[in-house]
């Protein structure tokens, strides 16, 4: 049986691909509708000779999965993020990148950046995509991707306007389980679906015991189940 993170892993590469791709292919009109593009660029900014330069914002999930899964597909991970200087340090020579920085402001002002991602607890995204796009860089950001209705279309509205990519890491729309569903579904295989029921459990990911509350524990960071049921 394959485990829960080489699922995420392998699909993360999948979605990492289409980035990669759409980013450095001339002529694409534009990303997939399942990697949730927005915008796309030119023809012209597309003609790339060099690999996609990428920073990332968040040492957790960025680290295990966003790193590996871009580097896997060919981008050059040129700078790591995070809140803690001890964090970003340990993660850039684990994973041999060359710059660790402490405000994620400041990676936006590095030259030859083209993109970042954003895996940071869902109470900055809103904050840090708007000014990724404002510093003209594609965006990849991690779900739930805002707080609410009012901060998502205002993300929506500037990735329109700007140009630019921007995606969500749906990362599961690639698992090979619901990519396989999702197909069966376009051929009328289950003919026309009035209504779904689904369950869903999840259980506790470690051992039992008392451990530091993290952000998935309290809402106004944006925690919670939201972030399970957005995949």
Same mark, same amino acid.
């Given at each position: 049986?394959?485990?829960?993170?080489?699922?995420?892993?392998?699909?993360?590469?999948?979605?990492?691909?289409?980035?990669? +791709?759409?980013?450095?292919?001339?002529? &694409?009109?534009?990303?997939?509708?399942?990697?949730?593009?927005?915008?796309?660029?030119?023809?012209?900014?597309?003609?790339?000779?060099?690999?996609?330069?990428?920073?990332?914002?968040?040492? @957790?999930?960025?680290?295990?999965? #966003?790193?590996? @899964?871009?580097?896997?597909?060919?981008?050059?991970?040129?700078?790591?993020?995070?809140?803690?200087? &001890?964090?970003?340090?340990?993660?850039?020579?684990?994973?041999?990148?060359?710059?660790?920085?402490?405000?994620?402001?400041?990676?936006?002002?590095?030259?030859? =950046?083209?993109?970042?991602?954003?895996?940071?607890?869902?109470?900055?995204? #809103?904050?840090?995509?708007?000014?990724? =796009?404002?510093?003209? &860089? #594609?965006?990849?950001?991690?779900?739930?991707?805002?707080?609410?209705? @009012?901060?998502?279309?205002?993300?929506?509205? &500037?990735?329109?306007?700007? @140009?630019?990519?921007?995606?969500?890491?749906?990362?599961?729309?690639?698992?090979?389980?619901?990519?396989?569903?999702?197909?069966?579904?376009?051929? +009328?295989?289950?003919?026309?679906? =009035?209504?779904?029921?689904?369950?869903?459990?999840?259980?506790?990911?470690?051992?039992?015991?008392?451990?530091?509350?993290?952000?998935?524990?309290?809402?106004?960071?944006?925690?919670?189940?939201?972030?399970?049921?957005?995949?």
């Amino acid at each position: 049986m394959v485990g829960p993170a080489r699922v995420v892993g392998r699909s993360c590469r999948k979605l990492c691909r289409e980035l990669v +791709e759409g980013l450095t292919t001339s002529g &694409k009109s534009g990303l997939p509708h399942t990697a949730h593009n927005l915008k796309h660029m030119t023809p012209e900014e597309g003609n790339m000779n060099r690999p996609l330069r990428v920073g990332v914002i968040g040492v @957790g999930f960025g680290a295990t999965v #966003h790193v590996p @899964g871009l580097v896997s597909e060919g981008a050059e991970v040129v700078a790591i993020c995070a809140r803690r200087k &001890k964090s970003e340090e340990m993660a850039a020579s684990d994973l041999k990148i060359s710059t660790a920085i402490n405000d994620y402001r400041e990676m936006l002002r590095m030259d030859g =950046l083209d993109a970042v991602t954003i895996v940071t607890p869902p109470a900055l995204h #809103h904050e840090m995509a708007l000014a990724a =796009l404002e510093a003209g &860089k #594609h965006v990849l950001c991690e779900k739930p991707f805002a707080m609410d209705q @009012g901060q998502a279309r205002e993300m929506w509205q &500037k990735a329109d306007e700007s @140009g630019l990519t921007a995606m969500i890491a749906h990362e599961f729309r690639f698992a090979p389980a619901r990519a396989y569903v999702k197909e069966l579904i376009e051929q +009328e295989y289950v003919g026309d679906i =009035l209504s779904i029921h689904m369950t869903l459990f999840r259980g506790p990911t470690q051992s039992q015991g008392p451990r530091p509350l993290a952000w998935g524990s309290e809402s106004a960071q944006g925690g919670g189940f939201l972030g399970a049921l957005s995949e």
